[in-house]
């Protein structure tokens, strides 16, 4: 009895020392408001760091490479947030202006704030279809003002929808899916579908508190809910509760692998690795 009591208490020992390892893969810190994150191909993640809010020029990009190293990728931003690759290209949302960054870090104004119809306020996240052309949304004062702009590679930048539509209220995720632009609102918590084609809007399901990030993975969406730190997965028009425990899930990220949900915690400074299955 003595031996087994032994060997179970080390068989113990042992799995909380793996779980606490395994915990230690999926959590990285020390980042200062990290906002949205994105994995390229070789499996290297991008952090957008907010920095101070309102203090031009501490913003910046962090590398965490595939060994789990952080190095600074770009620097001498404003407030980044919002991240999407073309090719080997990153861009940016930069209050207000959006950055082209090259895989050397060096970056240039890609859409400047003169550039658009109506002055951006509040430029949050960024995505892009399949022909290239960038998709941003700008939350305005965070409760009304939003508008969602499309900017294609030439730089034009056209006006999609602004607040003089009724469910546009500050619009926060982008996902685009076909020709349709899926679009959660960080005031109302509603996910909506609009029609690239038609600009018609739709709504597609509620309940997802202060909507940031927005991904996709199978026939699920999932929706982070930045202002009470969780995820809600919606699967058949069903919306439920996938994680909970964070503090300020940001604009999530699907892996490259899409096995797991890349979540940033911008009022932890953690960057957390989310098993999907």
């Known amino acids: 009895m003595e031996n087994l009591r032994v060997f179970l208490i080390l068989l113990l020992t042992l799995i909380a020392t793996h779980s606490k390892a395994h915990e230690s893969l999926n959590l990285i810190s020390g980042f200062i408001s990290p906002e949205s994150v994105v994995q390229d191909?070789?499996?290297?993640?991008?952090?957008?760091?907010?920095?101070?809010?309102?203090?031009d020029g501490d913003g910046k990009i962090t590398r965490i490479s595939i060994d789990g190293k952080l190095s600074t990728f770009a620097s001498g931003m404003d407030d980044p947030k919002g991240?999407?690759?073309?090719?080997?290209?990153?861009?940016?949302?930069d209050k207000?202006?959006?950055?082209?960054?090259?895989?050397?870090?060096?970056?240039?104004?890609?859409?400047?704030?003169?550039?658009?119809?109506?002055?951006?306020?509040?430029l949050n996240?960024?995505?892009?279809?399949?022909a290239g052309n960038l998709y941003v949304s700008d939350s305005g004062n965070l409760s009304a003002g939003g508008a969602i702009f499309k900017i294609t590679q030439d730089k034009k930048i056209t006006l999609i929808l602004n607040e003089n539509t009724p469910e546009i209220l500050a619009p926060n995720g982008l996902l685009v899916?076909?020709?349709d632009l899926f679009e959660v609102d960080f005031a109302s918590g509603i996910l909506y579908k609009i029609n690239l084609k038609t600009k018609s809007i739709l709504k597609v399901a509620e309940g997802f508190g202060?909507?940031?990030?927005?991904i996709k993975s199978g026939d699920s969406f999932f929706v982070s809910d930045w202002k009470n730190g969780k995820i809600f997965k919606l699967q058949r028009n069903k919306?439920?509760?996938?994680?909970?425990?964070?503090?300020?899930?940001a604009d999530i990220a699907l892996s490259y692998d899409k096995r797991s949900i890349i979540t940033p915690d911008m009022k932890t400074g953690s960057v957390t690795l989310v098993p999907i299955h």
């Open 41 to 55: 191909a070789k499996g290297d993640i991008y952090v957008s760091e907010i920095g101070e809010f309102n203090k």
């Open 210 to 214: 202060g909507g940031d990030g927005l």
């Open 83 to 93: 991240l999407t690759f073309i090719g080997k290209s990153l861009y940016v949302t």
């Open 177 to 179: 899916v076909k020709n």
């Open 125 to 130: 996240d960024i995505t892009s279809d399949e």
């Open 96 to 122: 207000n202006r959006v950055l082209k960054v090259e895989s050397n870090g060096k970056w240039m104004v890609f859409g400047s704030t003169m550039a658009f119809p109506q002055t951006p306020i509040f």
């Open 239 to 249: 919306v439920t509760l996938f994680k909970e425990g964070f503090t300020a899930a």
